[in-house]
């Protein structure tokens, strides 16, 4: 009876809904249900209380009984067997996982429930699905199973070298998996946390990507194939490499559109990464594409979509498309979801309002000034939002030739550059403010803020924007640009 109970317990697990015929009376079929019935509920708890109950005064081994019970096992088994088939062409890799998980737990269950033949049918299939969808760890766990069974339980040789070899091969791809993916945590906490410099990062990733090359080549895991285009793609990003960071990417992509499946979550991540690559290089065109692909695999999560946006809004900015940028800007603040992101990706946008403004005031914008109410900074990322702001406020009195005004701003913006000489990744900033300050050296004229604020120009242009490793406030658009509009703003 406990084969029988632990079947029911399958379909139950994965709502399998056992096929129950149109019924007449006295027919099998009522006797099958009665008998399904009982086990499921619990009225039956062995198969001696089954036979009694559906033929008064009857033991297990009655035919009647017996045959019943063979053809509700069948029937049982058929179920499972389609949902396993079924299983293989689940479009949600999430759920597909989930199912896969639960099956293996009950592929366990039933080895011990006089159930091992159907066990090793589920397992077997089990394993082809998990190759499939590229659940290296299962697939590894599903073929030491095999493996046991076919070299312990019922020693087969040819069965059994075949299933030593499965074994071997998924152990040999989660291994390549572990190291990539620690390969790529590693990079990614030096290059965060600032313990390494550029070409030292550049110098790891490089021998990472060498290192990784070979075992990309030998297998197909998903996994492994995103951590390591990962790294490639940090080799690139450290070496200031947008474009070849931009085919790598194509090629990350291309390859995750072959799968069998749809690799939602790897396709968002190197669509991503592209559209920062289209930012650097102003690459209108990929970089629309590229962000339209990340809405479209983001449209279940509002912060995604968010983000998403501010970077499209980045783009614009960065390519000299200003009236996209605004109109962009005026459609993500009047989202009705707008109001519920949380402060701090409320106060990018907060940011991006005033160099809208600025933009539109010196014509290069068409429309009216934005203008959003309801707009306020968050406390979590005052330093960094207070410099843009800092930036653009002084901008604005030198565009409205508040000079007196622009004065009283300057020992704020030479603290802030004291602050942002000490951070390697946003010098550009401290280089950018160091331009804004050798305008009222000048005596705000052009000429001689050029003349004062041409080594500093020269410096800038040594140093690469990095907007990966940069807090983007910072840089709304890029500094050589913004340096163009406040010399346009000054006295001949």
Request: net charge negative.
């Amino acid at each position: 009876m406990q084969d029988i109970h632990e079947l029911i317990r399958v379909l139950e697990q994965h709502r399998i809904r056992f096929p129950q015929p149109t019924l007449s009376k006295d027919s099998d079929e009522t006797l099958l249900v009665r008998l399904f019935e009982g086990v499921r509920t619990g009225q039956y708890t062995t198969d001696n209380d089954a036979a009694t109950d559906i033929f008064p005064g009857a033991s297990a081994d009655h035919s009647g009984y017996y045959e019943t019970r063979a053809v509700l096992r069948d029937r049982l088994s058929g179920a499972i067997e389609q949902f396993v088939s079924d299983l293989e062409q689940f479009p949600d890799l999430q759920r597909a996982h989930i199912e896969c998980q639960k099956l293996w737990l009950n592929v366990r269950t039933l080895s011990g429930q006089n159930a091992a033949e159907f066990s090793l049918f589920l397992a077997a299939h089990l394993l082809r699905i998990a190759a499939k969808f590229d659940f290296t760890l299962l697939a590894m766990d599903v073929a030491m199973y095999l493996r046991l069974q076919k070299c312990m339980r019922d020693h087969q040789g040819d069965l059994c070298t075949e299933a030593d070899a499965r074994y071997d091969y998924y152990r040999h791809v989660l291994d390549a998996e572990f190291q990539a993916e620690k390969m790529y945590t590693d990079i990614t906490a030096l290059s965060v946390a600032g313990r390494a410099s550029a070409e030292e990062v550049r110098h790891l990733a490089y021998v990472y990507t060498e290192t990784l090359a070979p075992v990309l080549a030998k297998y197909s895991s998903a996994k492994l194939h995103l951590y390591g285009n990962l790294v490639e793609w940090q080799w690139h990003l450290a070496a200031y490499d947008y474009v070849s960071a931009m085919r790598q990417c194509e090629r990350a992509i291309q390859f995750f559109l072959n799968k069998p499946f749809h690799a939602r979550d790897p396709l968002q991540v190197f669509q991503y990464q592209m559209l920062l690559c289209c930012i650097h290089l102003r690459n209108i065109e990929a970089g629309e594409r590229a962000a339209r692909s990340c809405l479209e695999l983001s449209v279940d999560n509002m912060f995604n979509r968010f983000k998403i946006k501010e970077l499209l809004l980045l783009l614009y900015l960065h390519a000299k498309h200003y009236d996209k940028a605004f109109a962009l800007f005026v459609d993500v603040t009047s989202d009705a979801q707008f109001v519920f992101l949380p402060g701090s990706f409320r106060s990018n946008w907060a940011i991006f309002q005033p160099y809208l403004s600025f933009l539109t005031t010196i014509g290069l914008v068409v429309h009216a000034s934005p203008n959003v109410k309801g707009l306020s900074l968050s406390p979590v990322d005052r330093y960094s939002s207070t410099s843009a702001l800092l930036i653009i406020e002084f901008i604005t009195l030198l565009q409205k030739k508040q000079y007196d005004e622009a004065r009283t701003h300057v020992s704020e913006l030479k603290h802030f550059s004291f602050g942002l000489q000490h951070e390697s990744n946003i010098m550009r900033s401290a280089l950018f403010v160091q331009m804004l300050l050798q305008i009222p050296e000048g005596d705000f004229q052009r000429s001689k803020a050029e003349r004062l604020a041409g080594h500093y120009l020269t410096q800038l242009h040594t140093v690469p924007l990095v907007l990966a490793n940069q807090t983007h406030e910072l840089e709304v658009l890029p500094f050589e640009d913004l340096w163009e509009f406040v010399l346009q703003c000054l006295e001949a």
